[in-house]
């Protein structure tokens, strides 16, 4: 069984930044992917940033250039350095982690991003 630990989440201002934590506590393979996933109210999960295992990245449109995920395997441990916020951008932000080749999939339980215009 593997348990995401999720942190750095809160309330800031417009045009600041906050850097989110996701560390995995138990075996996760040697090819996973990791990312984070941010939810509003009213919608589905999307998809914010991910990052193989091999160091591979891959970003929603509204983030890139202002959000940077990046990962420490010693740890099992990704970072999202978020900068430029908006007002838009808050959510809850949850922590994924997908283990190949089978697929197995697990959620952190999301920390809060605020953003205050």
């Known amino acids: 069984q593997v348990q995401l630990l999720e942190s750095g989440g809160g309330l800031v201002q417009a045009g600041g930044s906050l850097r989110l934590s996701c560390a995995a506590a138990g075996s996760i393979g040697s090819t996973n992917t990791m990312g984070w996933y941010r939810q509003y109210p009213v919608n589905q999960r999307e998809l914010v940033a991910v990052?193989?295992?091999?160091?591979?990245?891959n970003y929603a449109d509204s983030v890139k250039g202002r959000f940077t995920i990046s990962r420490d395997n010693a740890k099992n441990t990704i970072y999202l350095q978020m900068n430029g916020l908006k007002p838009e951008d808050t959510a809850v932000y949850y922590c994924k982690l997908k283990i190949f080749p089978y697929g197995i999939e697990y959620w952190g339980k999301g920390t809060l991003v605020t953003v205050s215009s």
């Open positions: 990052i193989s295992s091999g160091g591979s990245t």
